[in-house]
Nanobody
Framework: QVQLVESGGGLVQPGGSLRLSCAAS????????VGWFRQAPGKEYEGVLC????????DYENSVKGRFTISRDNAENTVYLQMNSLKTEDTAVYYC???????????????RGQGTQVTVSS
């Protein structure tokens, strides 16, 4: 079965950390750019970070600079999003998506996962 599965979301207090994982079956993630996007209630999808096939990173969102990092483990066929110093405004459903390059919009990616909820609240 071909799919992407996000995990690692949850409830965390402001200032806390979470690490999201994007695991693939039926795909070799190393062959794709992998982007993380998020969608807060009532808002459009927002790009967070993307990693290309050669390891270059793309920052979509200035508000996460210095707090979030993206990495890939090709042996585990997984891409990670490390989120530190979380803020209430980071609350959203987070999605990973695969594509040929780090497109501007999630719609241009080939496939996305079902998402994982991240809630930052005291």
């Amino acid at each position: 079965q071909v799919q992407l599965v996000e995990s690692g979301g949850g409830l965390v207090q402001p200032g806390g950390s979470l690490r999201l994982s994007c695991a693939a079956s039926g795909y070799t993630l190393g062959d794709y750019a992998v982007g993380w996007f998020r969608q807060a209630p009532g808002k459009e999808y927002e790009g967070v970070l993307c990693i290309s096939t050669n390891g270059d990173r793309r920052d979509y969102e200035n508000s996460v600079k210095g707090r979030f990092t993206i990495s890939r483990d090709n042996a585990e066929n997984t891409v990670y999003l490390q989120m530190n110093s979380l803020k209430t405004e980071d609350t959203a459903v987070y999605y990973c998506a695969i594509g040929s390059i780090c497109w501007n919009k999630i719609d241009y990616f080939r496939r996305r996962g079902q998402g994982t909820q991240v809630t930052v609240s005291s």
